[in-house]
């Protein structure tokens, strides 16, 4: 079974900075695309940022020039750079994996638990 496990959220005042990553804790086969998702109340998950295994990024609007998603490859790890964060940013942020578990296994989603982020002075 892959879990992912995610590490980094909390709580900032509006301006600061934090900084999430993701790993998985079980053995993955291959890794495509990663992302990070997120939740606030009373509203629909949505992609904050994706990038690809060769690295393209892309981005919601309203973190564009804010938030910087990136990846180490050979420790299966994402990471989001959430820089001038706002009260709007609070939610619980998601990691998403998009790969295979074992060689012969068809490419699959992986979710981590969630990780809170508040912004709030």
């Known amino acids: 079974q892959v879990r992912l496990v995610e590490s980094g959220g909390g709580l900032v005042q509006p301006g600061g900075s934090l900084r999430l990553s993701c790993v998985p804790s079980g053995f993955i086969f291959s890794i495509d695309a990663m992302g990070w998702y997120r939740q606030a109340p009373g509203k629909q998950r949505e992609l904050v940022a994706g990038i690809t295994s060769g690295g393209s990024t892309n981005y919601v609007d309203s973190v564009k020039g804010r938030f910087t998603i990136s990846r180490d490859n050979a420790k299966n790890t994402v990471y989001l750079q959430m820089n001038s964060l706002k009260p709007e940013d609070t939610a619980v942020y998601y990691c998403?994996?998009?790969?295979?578990?074992?060689?012969?296994?068809?490419?699959?989603?992986?979710w981590g638990q969630g990780t809170q982020v508040t912004v709030s002075s």
């Open positions: 998403n994996v998009n790969g295979r578990r074992r060689w012969y296994d068809p490419t699959g989603d992986y």
